[in-house]
């Protein structure tokens, strides 16, 4: 802790620049302004030492105040289709995190970069525990991944940098050089010690055979194309068509073009829930090709929880015959076994991933022919079924 400014000074300077003062055992900040640090401190003192919660005379908006401003903004986003719900919800977690860490009537001007070490370090830290779910197993961490605090500071950010370019704030707010994500090694590292998130041929089939009638056509589309659960919950009548063979589908995270060939057992299983589906109440009215027995779409999330509905019911599915294997670990077996063909550029198409920025050879092809994609699919399929009769295009 710094000198007072005089002998007659109640307040303190902290290191981080603000005036402050012990009050009831606990640290109170007061700006950087002294004079209007002395004149917030004798306004507040007394309810401070009473327990009370300062008196708001500042114009300034507070951070909770900002985070409610930006999280509204941001729901209209959603509600546009300019912004996933899952993304949505990283950044309302995020700020509650930090509002949690500093206070909600923290204002944003008067944080300091040293601040900011400390928040970083306190995102680490995981949220306290209800006793009760460590007794039905939750699992316990000492800290948060490296990953995850990543999410939180890349969240935080852009919330920072929304709130100055629309002019809720007067200036950007310093963070200083230490508020980073954590670096990418620790995270490598500790992937390198776990197994693959591979499924087994032998994993793939236990699931397609223990699936239902709509369930196996969704995990086949998984596997067959490395088509996620979004963009399969999003797939409508149209473009299934009838009886399909081949699979446009742009991807609804990048708006990358994607085709795919459909293996034979792909397109019995489809055929197969689409003649469920017509028994399904009002399906016919419904854009949407899947559809749960109620008669909805397989809507991707909720939109409370933030739950992928498909990974969820996938979930309960794998946990008896593959356990450990999530729904997206098909697509990531999908991609691991394709590039066994060393066409990249084939296997890129047919999951629909967008081109890096820069990739100039991306730019001057033109065309990925027919041939290509169905060999990475059909490469695929004998990995899955073994030796299977080629069928023509």
């Not at 499924?199 to 996620?228: S, W, Y």
């Not at 990974?311 to 599915?317: D, E, G, I, T």
Request: hydrophobic share 40%; net charge positive; with cysteine.
């Amino acid at each position: 802790m710094g000198k007072r400014k005089s002998s007659d000074c109640p307040l303190y300077k902290h290191p981080n620049g603000q005036w402050m003062k012990k009050i009831a055992g606990k640290a109170h900040y007061f700006g950087t302004d002294l004079e209007e640090a002395l004149r917030r401190y004798a306004l507040d003192k007394d309810r401070l030492a009473a327990g009370l919660k300062p008196l708001r005379n500042d114009t300034r908006a507070t951070l909770a105040e900002l985070g409610n401003i930006f999280c509204d903004a941001k729901k209209k986003a959603v509600a546009s289709g300019e912004l996933e719900r899952i993304t949505y919800n990283q950044y309302e977690r995020a700020l509650k995190r930090l509002v949690a860490i500093t206070s909600m009537n923290c204002l944003l001007e008067e944080l300091r970069p040293i601040d900011f070490v400390h928040i970083k370090e306190e995102l680490s830290k995981p949220s306290e525990r209800d006793p009760e779910s460590e007794l039905r197993g939750g699992r316990v961490v000492k800290r948060r991944s490296a990953l995850t605090v990543g999410n939180d500071i890349r969240a935080i950010r852009v919330f920072f940098s929304w709130v100055w370019q629309n002019g809720h704030i007067d200036s950007p707010v310093r963070t200083g050089t230490d508020f980073s994500p954590p670096s990418l090694k620790n995270a490598r590292r500790k992937r390198a010690t776990q197994s693959p998130k591979l499924f087994t041929p032998e994993q793939v089939k236990a699931a397609i055979e223990a699936a239902g009638v709509p369930m196996k056509a969704i995990i086949l589309l998984a596997i067959n194309g490395g088509i996620g659960g979004k963009d399969i919950a999003n797939m409508t009548v149209e473009q299934v068509g009838t009886k399909p063979e081949w699979l446009n589908l742009p991807r609804l995270k990048t708006g990358a073009p994607r085709r795919v060939w459909l293996w034979p057992e792909t397109v019995a299983a489809v055929e197969a829930y689409r003649l469920k589906r017509e028994h399904i109440m009002n399906a016919d009215q419904l854009e949407t090709f899947f559809l749960t027995r109620f008669g909805v779409p397989w809507i991707r999330s909720n939109e409370k929880t933030g739950v992928d509905m498909i990974s969820h019911h996938f979930s309960k599915l794998s946990a008896k015959v593959c356990p450990g294997r999530t729904f997206y670990d098909l697509r990531r077996t999908f991609r691991t076994v394709g590039g066994e063909t060393l066409d990249i550029e084939a296997v890129q198409l047919v999951m629909g991933h967008a081109a890096a920025s820069g990739d100039m050879g991306a730019v001057y092809n033109q065309r990925i022919g027919d041939d290509r994609i169905k060999a990475v699919c059909e490469h695929v399929r004998k990995w899955l079924f073994g030796s299977v009769d080629d069928c023509e295009a």
